[in-house]
């Protein structure tokens, strides 16, 4: 088996849709920074969802409604709630800026997970099913075969990976569906700093594999 | 034929009339995009409770309508609904009309609350723009004319999937129910599924791909 074609199309869609988990609609919502034409696309999904709200039955609603969102208007509009916060992220690479999907959310510390490669998680609502992180690689390195449980979604945030045929640079994204045993050999002459988001568990066919389950939890 | 389809989107266009407003009763009232566009632009400029009720009319209803679909009670719906509609006369100065229809900027601010409190996915800020709720943005100005045609293509594009994929489509949009559930609802294998997701969206694009 190999790594399903790498155009996110039905990512898209289902990020327009609302259907995604935490974990992946962070990765899309990534990509769509990095990448004008997902945006694109994307716009085109958001518009279907658009026009199906448009050919919805309308449904029963209560007559004294209008009023009641006149008399909120009325109100006030003051905003609520305190300052924000800023979430605490681990140092970055010198000269890279967390697109602001991911700068908007806490993000752990750097992890070593083997030789060249170290991991970061990041904080996702405590209802996802897919778990995000994510993951730098040092040039040169070859990241062994390991399997996948459920489908595990990669965006390159920095430098480029080979896959098999396939070569992956800045702002795109590479899927790959449960069963699928991949290699990965970063090529860029940086790190290779990249977007992970994974539902499942990695199956540990190699030494990758049982270092991800390091991390799975987290 | 393609009865799913046909139900969901084939109704012929409602005769665009006056609007009727301050009577959200009035099921029957159309909008068009532009009206729409003009509405929440006068909501921006001048705080315009008019153009609001307007609004309300006609989206209130579908979007309870919406997230009825998506599994809220009638009393969350009818909640949230308000919320959405609230967000559209707060939020109003950040609606680009040349960037995409009113209908896409309500679509998207429903689904971000409908993640929000049926999911309990997103941080809930409600006040904050959401950089979300904003349609992404086209590559060129385009103008009314042109979303039009968009939405006729849309339209189009959905009427061209065969009832399986228009299922799939319409399970995406509204029934809130991640891959595996959509496999047990339609008792198919999860691998099919996916499969005819990734069919369904190749004919969207393939149909809307010239949209440019």
Redesign the interface.
């Known amino acids: 088996m190999t790594t399903l074609p790498t155009s996110p199309?039905?990512l898209l869609?289902?990020h327009a849709?609302?259907?995604l988990?935490?974990g992946f609609?962070l990765l899309v919502?990534t990509h769509?920074e990095m990448s004008?034409a997902a945006?694109?696309?994307?716009?085109?999904?958001?518009?279907?969802?658009?026009?199906?709200?448009?050919?919805?039955?309308?449904?029963?609603?209560?007559?004294s409604?209008?009023n009641?969102?006149?008399r909120?208007?009325d109100a006030g509009?003051a905003?609520?709630?305190g300052e924000?916060v800023a979430p605490s992220h681990p140092a970055m690479p010198e000269g890279f800026v967390l697109p602001?999907s991911l700068a908007r959310r806490a993000i752990g510390p750097w992890r070593w997970i083997g030789p060249g490669v170290r991991s970061a998680s990041i904080r996702l609502?405590?209802?996802?099913?897919s778990r995000a992180f994510l993951l730098e690689i040092a040039p040169g390195v070859r990241v062994p075969r390991h399997g996948h449980e459920g489908d595990e979604t990669t965006c390159v945030l920095r430098g480029s990976f080979r896959d098999g045929e396939a070569r992956y640079v800045e702002g795109e994204v590479a899927q790959a569906?449960a069963g699928v045993e991949h290699d990965i050999l970063v090529d860029s002459d940086m790190p290779c700093l990249c977007l992970i988001a994974m539902e499942g568990r990695t199956r540990p066919s190699g030494w990758f594999g049982r270092l991800y389950q390091k991390f799975r939890d987290i | 034929m393609n009865d799913v389809a046909t139900a969901l989107v084939l109704d012929p266009p409602v005769p665009v009339r006056r609007i009727a407003v301050l009577n959200v009763r009035t099921g029957a009232m159309a909008l068009s995009p532009e009206q729409a566009s003009v509405l929440v632009s006068r909501l921006a400029c001048d705080g315009d409770r008019q153009a609001f009720a307007a609004l309300f009319a006609y989206y209130f209803p579908r979007v309870k309508s919406y997230l009825l679909r998506a599994g809220a009670s009638p009393a969350v719906a009818e909640d949230l609904a308000q919320e959405t509609m609230l967000r559209v006369w707060r939020r109003a100065a950040s609606f680009n009309a040349s960037a995409g229809a009113a209908s896409t900027w309500i679509f998207v601010i429903a689904r971000n609350l409908r993640i929000d409190r049926l999911r309990g996915e997103r941080s809930g800020d409600d006040l904050d723009a959401d950089p979300s709720d904003e349609p992404d943005a086209a590559p060129n100005g385009e103008t009314v004319a042109i979303m039009n045609e968009r939405k006729e293509r849309v339209r189009q594009a959905l009427g061209a999937l065969s009832r399986e994929q228009a299922q799939i489509v319409q399970l995406f949009y509204f029934d809130e129910q991640p891959h595996a559930e959509i496999a047990r609802t339609l008792g198919i294998p999860l691998g099919t599924v996916k499969s005819r997701v990734r069919l369904a969206v190749e004919r969207l694009r393939a149909q809307l791909g010239d949209l440019g």
């Open positions: 199309d039905d869609f289902r849709a609302g259907a988990d935490p609609s919502e769509l004008p945006r694109d696309i994307h716009a085109q999904f958001e518009a279907l969802g658009g026009m199906l709200l448009d050919e919805l039955e309308p449904a029963q609603v209560d007559p409604a209008l009641r969102a006149l909120e208007i509009d905003p609520r709630g924000r602001e609502p405590p209802a996802s099913t569906d």
